[in-house]
């Protein structure tokens, strides 16, 4: 059963830094295209980032060249470092996986995604 941990969200001022991290277990990590998704209150959940078997990463416009997300297949791990967080960034933010013949494919949609995260807290204030 493949399962998804995030950590690292918590309480940043605005202009702060974060890193979320996202530990998968119970199969081959390098197998799976990789996605970070965000659902503030009262919004439908969001794009973030996404990052495919190669490493092809694909960024939502409102976090490009602030969020970084990455990968370590080694640990099983994948990682989005946000920085110059802004209010908006205030979201429970999912980490999510589906397998991938691909080394190219990366989806920017939820449903595209098998597996899911339970997620994680950010809250950015001023």
């Known amino acids: 059963q493949v399962q998804l941990v995030e950590s690292g969200g918590g309480l940043v001022q605005a202009g702060g830094s974060l890193r979320l991290s996202c530990a998968v277990s119970?199969?081959?990590?390098?197998?799976?295209?990789m996605g970070w998704f965000r659902q503030a209150p009262g919004k439908e959940r969001e794009f973030v980032a996404t990052?495919?078997?190669?490493?092809?990463?694909t960024y939502a416009d409102s976090v490009k060249g602030r969020f970084t997300i990455s990968r370590d297949n080694a640990k099983n791990t994948v990682f989005l470092q946000m920085n110059s967080l802004k209010l908006e960034d205030t979201a429970v933010y999912y980490c999510?996986?589906?397998?991938?013949?691909?080394?190219?494919?990366?989806?920017?949609?939820?449903?595209?995604?098998?597996?899911w995260g339970q997620g994680t807290q950010v809250t950015v204030s001023s």
């Open positions: 999510a996986g589906d397998y991938s013949r691909s080394y190219y494919y990366a989806p920017r949609t939820g449903p595209a995604y098998d597996y």
């Open positions: 990052i495919s078997r190669s490493s092809i990463t």
């Open positions: 119970g199969s081959t990590f390098s197998d799976y295209v």
